[in-house]
């Protein structure tokens, strides 16, 4: 199959070092990874890529992957990364291609357009909440993790720096103090404003601020956490942080919001609705079996199951479309 797949990011989004305490226009956790990561999983298994990237790229793309800064039509499939990108689906309307949209947040409290019938969700909880039966889990790459079966003796915190207060960083400032845990809290700000905003609410409560970490900083910091705190107040689409957390062995204690108690099941971490519940998690997170939680994201969040399951939602537009096109199976996820 020929597709073409469309953001407004520059390649790679994950990046191999952070920024610090410097602000970084994409935060990390951006669902600009998870399109990446779909491009590569689709090249792998022997389909024709072509990558819609005006911002470019500043590393080569996976083999099979071509970058592109101007649309082409000469293709099966055309999957956006966000409903705003009109201009191209006007045009991919206008040429009759099957098209799909990835939706990776409650698009009703934001700026995304109408919900259409060809919107993919990135969960069964996101998408049920909105009427739709479409949704494909993300994925992750495990070869850029670690994993570490004896934790250093702090928790951890990750978001972006503008939605940290949604994801709950004033419930895990509350229960680090409460429970005199060591906190470590990361994330990228967009400006230095936001930035320093939260390292004075870390310091006020005795947590650790470290700003945008990537690579193997972010690696190491995932995989020698004893648990990854991810309160989050919203409607959560998926919570990215919590299979990153899972694919380096360390078990996640999360809010019953949106999709996390979906994705956090009791193999691998703690789904909490009171007050009363994060103190029994705290109390047993250690005896989570952290090689549970590394088997569990291998086996349900690789980025190789992510690419099969959009060439199936990819083969359903095509159906409805009724355009004839071969959709063979993708290759088994190699472990």
Known sequence: MRILLSSNHIYPASGSSGSGTNPKEFPSGSGFAIHDLVAKGLAEAGHEVFYLLPRGAETQLPSGVTLLREPRFDVDMVHT?????????????????????TSHSDPRYGDSGPIQDNW???????????GSNRYVLNGIDPEQYLFCETPDDYFL????????ADKGLDVALHLATRHHL??????????????????RQCQATGAEFVGDVRGIT????????????FPTQVNEGFGLPIVEALVSGTPVIASSNGACPEIVTREVGFVCRSEHDYDNALRHVDEI?????????????????MAADYLREYCAEIATSQK????????????
């Open 289 to 305: 079996a952290r090689r549970s939680c590394r088997e569990k994201a291998i086996r349900q969040f690789h980025y190789q199951r």
């Open 157 to 164: 915190f990750m978001a972006s720096l503008e939605s940290a």
């Open 81 to 101: 990364m966000s409903g705003r990108d009109y201009e191209l689906t006007r045009a991919v309307r206008q040429a009759r291609i099957p098209w799909v949209v």
């Open 120 to 130: 993919i969700f990135v969960s069964r909880t996101l998408a049920h909440s909105l």
């Open 182 to 199: 060591r906190l470590i809290v990361a994330g990228t700000g967009q400006t230095y404003q936001i930035i320093e905003q939260t390292a």
């Open 218 to 229: 972010k690696a190491r910091l995932l995989a020698q956490a004893r648990a990854l705190l």
């Open 324 to 335: 004839a096109v071969s959709c063979p199976t993708l290759n088994p996820i190699r472990e």
